[in-house]
T-cell receptor, first 119, second 108 residues
Framework: EPEVTQTPSHQVTQMGQEVILRCVPISNHLYFYWYRQILGQKVEFLVSFYNNEISEKSEIFDDQFSVERPDGSNFTLKIRSTKLEDSAMYFC?????????????????FGQGTRLTVV | GIQVEQSPPDLILQEGANSTLRCNFSDSVNNLQWFHQNPWGQLINLFYIPSGTKQNGRLSATTVATERYSLLYISSSQTTDSGVYFCAVVMSGNKLVFGAGTILRVKS
């Protein structure tokens, strides 16, 4: 069964360092997302990406964050200068349609997450 | 923005018991999904259910979109059902808005 894969599963970084979280979405999907979950809290939307550009971003997704689809399979989230409060589980997700214009399925599938710890 | 409320926040069951988890949402939605977050933190898709009823083994879900709620039923619970159950709704733009989750503990 197709799945979203994320690497690394766990990353520890020093405050102020840059990190890149990597994702391989499901191959025929067109819409990609990043979410994060601070320990013990709900899952929060960060950004959505379609056709090589950001579709929507939350207020959390400030200038420290960027996303990129460097090739036909990878989707990355970069945090330029990490802060302690960036420590969280980061989830990548993908779906094959936006709003179902023709009755299609917009179900989103999530990767296993990358646990980022900033020290 | 839309509010997604889940109840109960915590639930302890004896193995074999049945349970119902509820998700209320404050506005019309395009889609609703249920997830199980296992102890390793993975989000497992349970149901994609904008409306109607679906069943998958011991789990089933019903969404009544006109009344803005969804229910997740777990029958004959097992210890492996433990974890956090999230519902998430989709607004325009396809972003998912998650509820705070229900923490389920099934005791043997």
């Amino acid at each position: 069964e197709p799945e979203v894969t994320q690497t690394p599963s766990h990353q520890v970084t020093q405050m102020g360092q840059e990190v890149i979280l990597r994702c391989v979405p499901i191959s025929n999907h067109l819409y990609f997302y990043w979410y994060r979950q601070i320990l013990g809290q709900k899952v929060e939307f960060l950004v959505s990406f379609y056709n090589n550009e950001i579709s929507e971003k939350s207020e959390i997704f400030d200038d420290q964050f960027s996303v990129e689809r460097p090739d036909g399979s990878n989707f990355t989230l970069k945090i330029r200068s990490t802060k302690l409060e960036d420590s969280a589980m980061y989830f990548c997700a993908s779906s094959d349609l936006l709003i179902p214009r023709t009755g299609g399925n917009t179900e989103a599938f999530f990767g296993q997450g990358t646990r980022l710890t900033v020290v | 923005g839309i509010q997604v409320e889940q109840s109960p926040p915590d639930l302890i069951l004896q193995e074999g018991a049945n349970s119902t988890l509820r998700c209320n949402f404050s506005d019309s939605v395009n889609n609703l999904q249920w997830f199980h977050q296992n102890p390793w933190g993975q989000l497992i898709n349970l149901f994609y259910i904008p409306s109607g009823t679906k069943q998958n083994g011991r789990l089933s879900a019903t969404t009544v979109a006109t009344e803005r709620y969804s229910l997740l039923y777990i029958s004959s619970s097992q210890t492996t059902d433990s974890g956090v159950y999230f519902c998430a709704v989709v607004m325009s733009g396809n972003k998912l808005v998650f509820g705070a989750g229900t923490i389920l503990r099934v005791k043997s």
